[in-house]
């Protein structure tokens, strides 16, 4: 057992999907989220930067005592997971886009998949992809620009709605009848996406997965927290506190900055 935060972090805000979900899973264990808004997007960088921003996220979490991290971000964990995993000793969590579930609920045997850059050119989406195509066809659309305008706190602007117009029509087209969002910001697009889809689109994402995911590693690795004591959630950012105050609906939060 053990009483020590667990550690999330993120290019941004995106992965307070899956700090809420861990959140509600978990009730007992206190969290460290870090996002690192003032370098969003990774996407864009190129693995080698990628893979050095999330080896700095990770000993800051652990220099602040995490016990487990949680890479809640799709484009750290399919360019950065196997190095953070060979250079600390705490285990790691990631989250990748969630080919498998759309592959076995898709009728059309056409998906699309809207990520970053990054995660769609790396080594590890393509090994996972790869698996499908026999069976599936993927349609990927880069989703430029998305992340900046969530982190600019402009979630619902008219701008947004272009760039998903823009970026659904050819999937549409294409007759896809399941959208993997695999981007932890794209998780709160899913209300726009209901009315910007036609009604036998599912929209997938995995960030109640990662939570179970989370559960199970601390309960295999005894470090689980099962008593009721102070359970702290904090937050750090060195980008716009108001986003997060926004996207959680709270203004009660501990919310601290970010010194790098
Ligand atoms: N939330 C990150 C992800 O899941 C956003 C990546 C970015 O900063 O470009 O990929």
Redo the contacts with the bound molecule.
Sequence with gaps: MSFKPIGIF???V??LSIWKEIRDMLPYESTIYLSDSKH????PKGQKAIIDLSIKNSQWLIDHGCKLIVVA???ATTNAIDQLRNKFSVPFIG?EPAIKPAALQSKTKKIGIL??E??LSSNLFHKSSELYLNDLSIIEQVGDGI?ELIEQGKLNSNEMRDLLIKYLKPMIKAEIDCLVLG???YHFLKPILKELLPKNINVIDSPEAVARQTKSVLQRCKLSNNEVLKVESQFYTNGNQAVIEDLLKSKKVKLKKLEF
């Design positions: 993120d290019s941004g995106g992965g969003a997007p990774y996407g971000c799709n484009t989250i990520a970053t990054g995660t992340v981007c932890t910001h």
